[in-house]
């Protein structure tokens, strides 16, 4: 299965505050193993969830989006409604709480 990598490419926190409806950030690096084991997790628990917009954000040393968010351990999933967070996981090791979280946005 081909896996979407993190992307360098960034919104800013102004266009994250102005995301309608629910979305999920997703803090990572593709080198990082932990990122690594936890993606066909990820992946499992936003398949019902298809309309989500899922966006993987490289993280790191002079990345100021996850700075905003105070990211410390990867991967980190932040789940916003209408730009505004309502939940996170660190290192999620079950789709059942990816889904759970999911349920709290209203995208479940």
Known sequence: MSRVPYSAAE???????AMAGPVVLDFGTNWCGFCQAA?????????????????KV???KGRPLGRTFKVKLWPTLV????GVEVTRLVRPGDPADVRNALAQIGAA
């Not at 993606?39 to 966006?55: F, R």
């Not at 789940?79 to 209408?82: P, Q, R, S, V």
């Open 79 to 82: 789940f916003l409604k209408d």
């Open 11 to 17: 919104p800013s926190r102004a266009d994250v505050d």
């Open 58 to 60: 490289e993280d790191g």
């Open 39 to 55: 993606a066909p997790v990820i992946e499992q628990g936003l398949s019902d969830a298809a309309g989500v917009p899922h966006l």
